[in-house]
Structures are given as C-alpha cells and as structure tokens.
C-alpha cells in the first residue's frame, strides 16, 4: 500500500509521479491533496498522465491494487482492514482531508506493508502520520525539499522521522515501482507468518485523556506522544 500526501504544488508533483507508475503497479496507491471543502474533479485531472486508473475514493470500498484512490473533499481518508472509510471527524492540521489520518490508519491496519510518501505543501501535516508509517516497520520517502514548489512538509518529515528516501520528483515512479514490487514479497512472507500463527507486532501508541474537548465536535481529546511531537 502506497500512502501520498501533498498540498500546495501537489497537483504538479503527484501528476509526474502518477506518469512514470507501471500500468501493472501491484500495490494499492491512496492519495490526500489539501483541497477543503472546495469541489475540484481531481481524477479527471490526474487521469490525463497516470495509467492507473484514478477516482475518488468511496465509503466500504475495497483496497483494491492498481488503483489510485483520493480523498474526495471535506472528508478524511481512512484505511481499515480490507477497505477505505471517508469520515468526517475534526480537521487536523487544519485541513480535512488530512494527510496524518490516512497515514496513521494505514500504519495501524498494516504495519510494514506501507509506503508513505511526502510531497510538497505547506506547515507539518504528513510528519506524524509518517512517523506512525516508519515506526510500525513501514518506509519513509520525501520529496527533496530544494525541488519542492512549497518546502516546508518535506523539511518537516526530514527533521522528525528517520527517512529512507528522499529524492526528486523525477525518481519517485521508478523507485515506488521498484519499491511495490519488493512489498508484495513482504506480504506474502507476512501472510505465511500469519497463518503459522506467528502474526505481526504492532507496538500501538499510548493515548492520556486531557481535560480538553474539540473545538469542530465537541468530543473528548487525547494526548499521543509521537516522536518529537506532542
């Protein structure tokens, strides 16, 4: 499962990787851009250059490989097992969609079968999601910030998460395809754990009420320690 996430000067930096994606890409590639409420037809767009196939994602879907599903508008992406959620909680980063929730439910659901990548935008969404992504056996890649149209989530990442890659926009195709190839291998070796009934660890955060409740819905907050971050 590949996890993208951008905003400012994304629709450029996500269209040229879309454009150098096998058409047999054997992973499953889910995608936020920081578009709010607004309605854009962002599958049009990204159709134009990518040989995957590109739609909004929609509720209970399957994850499906070979496919490119976005967050539509005004909704989080979220992964469970074996399909997608669009919900509607608080915004964070003050955006919604987010980047963090979808890489944070990605990391949770499956562990080290994740790719979270990070391209260009504004302030820090997409650094503790990818942080999730890295510490629960996943791999970490950045859009090289001295490309980058807007620098500062990629300096961000680069700064709190320990990156296995950060490259240009022109070898993030060849190194997702290569990458994919190399994660479907890892699932099958985690599927064979799983049936000799050895499973996988996941190391789940430690959350502590706060007498804090959330401005969008009211609901109870929590505190999570993640990385650097607080």
């Given at each position: ?120 935008g504004f302030l820090t969404d997409g ?104």
């Open positions: 499962m590949i996890v993208v996430g951008a905003s400012a000067g994304g629709l450029e930096s996500l269209a040229a990787v879309l454009k150098d994606l096998s058409p047999e890409f054997p992973a499953a590639i889910l995608g936020v851009i920081h578009i709010g409420a607004h309605e854009v037809n962002l599958p049009n767009y990204f159709a134009a250059c990518s040989a995957l196939p590109v739609g909004y994602a929609k509720d209970g879907e399957p994850i499906a490989a070979g496919k490119v599903s976005l967050a539509p508008p005004d909704r989080h992406l979220i992964v469970e097992q074996g399909h997608l959620h669009l919900g509607r909680g608080p915004k964070e980063n003050h955006t919604r969609p987010a980047i963090d929730p979808l890489f944070r439910s990605a990391a949770e659901n499956y562990g080290p079968l994740v790719i979270g990548a990070v391209l260009t650094t503790a999601g990818l942080w999730e992504v890295k510490r629960r056996g996943g791999i970490a890649i950045v859009q090289d910030p001295d490309e980058a149209e807007v620098p500062s989530m990629p300096l961000s990442a680069l700064r709190y998460v320990k990156v296995d890659h950060c490259v240009g926009i022109a070898e993030f195709g060849p190194l997702l395809n290569r990458l994919a190839v190399e994660a479907v291998k890892t699932a099958s070796q985690v599927v064979l754990m799983a049936a000799a009934g050895e499973g996988v660890a996941m190391d789940y955060t430690h959350e502590t009420p706060v007498a804090l409740t959330c401005p969008d819905c009211g609901g109870a907050v929590r505190k999570t320690k993640v990385g650097s971050y607080t």
